[in-house]
């Protein structure tokens, strides 16, 4: 039965996609894990382990490689415009694009109800599915193997981000602002979310020294969060 519902969820297996995408996996489960979504976790019984857990450590090994990437490669920009470019770089959207140009959608293994909303090309579930591959990636080799993976989509990436402005964004604006006003980093806190697992909304409240300065909402928390700051400014009278 799990079996059946598996092949009906997942069109390319973990060892197609790494051998199309030429990863060399030691651990092969841990690229299985980091293309598993909790939906199908729920559904069938003998898969123990979603990607959760590598999502979160792909996104701080994201945070790590794309920050000393954009150092290295703009030798002149200024500090506040690196942290503004590595934002821009590992938002939701950008990582989104880069699971898609991967193709990742059809080795997502998704519950029948994300299967059926459109899962495998929403922005939040790619995102986080590429975070997991990257955190896959980073344990089952190190981090130089995922430079080499992530390197060539950031310089298009890039590239694309000067080119239309994007490296200004509201996160990046009011923590310039927090920082010359000595009130410390901003801290982006989930108070709700609601609806199912595949069409999540989730509201995030932004607070600067310990006091509330703005709510966001979103499909994702980092959608949200960007509202929120957004929200932030607004009421600081910042644009």
Same mark, same amino acid.
């Given at each position: 039965?799990? @079996? =059946? ?10 060892? %197609? ?32 382990? %979603? ?6 450590? &792909? #996104? ?7 920050? $000393?990437?954009? /150092? ?25 694009? *880069? ?21 495998? @090309? ?9 975070? !997991?591959?990257?955190?896959?990636? /980073? ?15 950031? #310089? ?8 239309? #402005?994007?490296? /200004? ?5 009011? =923590?310039?602002? !927090? ?17 199912? +697992?595949? !069409?999540?909304? *989730?509201?995030?409240?932004? @607070?600067? +020294?310990?006091?509330? /300065? &703005? ?8 959608? $949200?969060? =960007?509202? $929120? ?11």
């Amino acid at each position: 039965m799990s @079996q =059946q519902t598996e092949s009906n969820t997942q069109t390319e297996s973990a060892a %197609d996609l790494a051998k199309r995408l030429e990863l060399k996996f030691t651990n092969l489960h841990l690229l299985v894990r980091a293309l598993t979504h909790r939906s199908f976790v729920n559904e069938n019984e003998n898969a123990l382990e %979603d990607n959760e857990r590598l999502e979160f450590l &792909g #996104d701080a090994v994201l945070d790590f490689v794309v920050g $000393a990437w954009v /150092y290295n490669r703009f030798p002149e920009m200024h500090e506040g415009d690196l942290t503004r470019m590595r934002s821009a770089l590992v938002r939701t959207d950008t990582l989104a694009l *880069f699971g898609r140009s991967l193709d990742l959608g059809p080795a997502l293994r998704l519950g029948r109800g994300e299967l059926v909303s459109g899962g495998r @090309q929403r922005d939040n579930l790619l995102c986080a599915s590429f975070e !997991a591959v990257i955190g896959a990636i /980073y344990l089952d080799a190190n981090v130089t193997a995922v430079e080499e993976f992530i390197e060539p989509m950031l #310089d298009g990436a890039s590239q694309s981000v000067l080119g239309k #402005d994007e490296i /200004y964004d509201a996160k990046s604006t009011l =923590q310039e602002w !927090a920082q010359s006003n000595k009130l410390g980093t901003p801290r982006y806190v989930t108070v709700d979310s609601t609806g199912p +697992d595949h !069409a999540k909304e *989730f509201k995030v409240e932004v @607070q600067i +020294d310990g006091k509330a /300065y &703005g709510q966001g909402e979103g499909s994702s928390k980092q959608s $949200a969060a =960007q509202m $929120a700051a957004q929200a932030g400014l607004d009421s600081l009278g910042l644009h």
